[in-house]
């Protein structure tokens, strides 16, 4: 079972940055090397949406109300997915979740709240 835990959520004003981490716990590093990891979102109003997406080989996608603005990136060592997000906007306020995928087994943080001011 491969829990994953969130951190780097906060409130920000419109046009800064925050740094999101997703820690693998429980996960051995071999395993996580072999894990496909995104960056989900659920914003006011809107259901849960993905933001980025990185795979075991190390290709990205992103969504295209992200590109541009953010990042993401995986260091296998650390057992840790980051998403690296600037230019802010108020509507990228929301509830933003790690997802993994290994194998066919998909597993969920618990969420990480972000807040953009204008």
């Known amino acids: 079972q491969m829990q994953l835990v969130e951190s780097g959520g906060g409130l920000v004003q419109a046009g800064g940055s925050l740094r999101l981490s997703c820690l693998a716990s429980?996960?051995?590093?071999?395993?996580?090397?072999?894990?496909?990891m995104y960056w989900y979102r659920q914003t006011p109003g809107k259901q849960r949406e993905l933001v980025a997406g990185i795979t075991t080989g190390g290709n990205t996608n992103y969504a295209d109300f992200v590109k541009g603005r953010f990042t993401i990136s995986k260091d296998n060592a650390k057992k840790t997915v980051y998403l690296h997000m600037n230019s802010l906007k108020p509507e990228d306020t929301g509830i933003y979740y790690c997802?993994?995928?290994?194998?066919?087994?998909?597993?969920w943080g618990q969420g990480t709240q972000v807040t953009v001011s204008s």
């Open positions: 429980r996960a051995i590093t071999s395993t996580f090397w072999s894990t496909n």
């Open positions: 997802h993994a995928e290994y194998l066919g087994s998909h597993f």
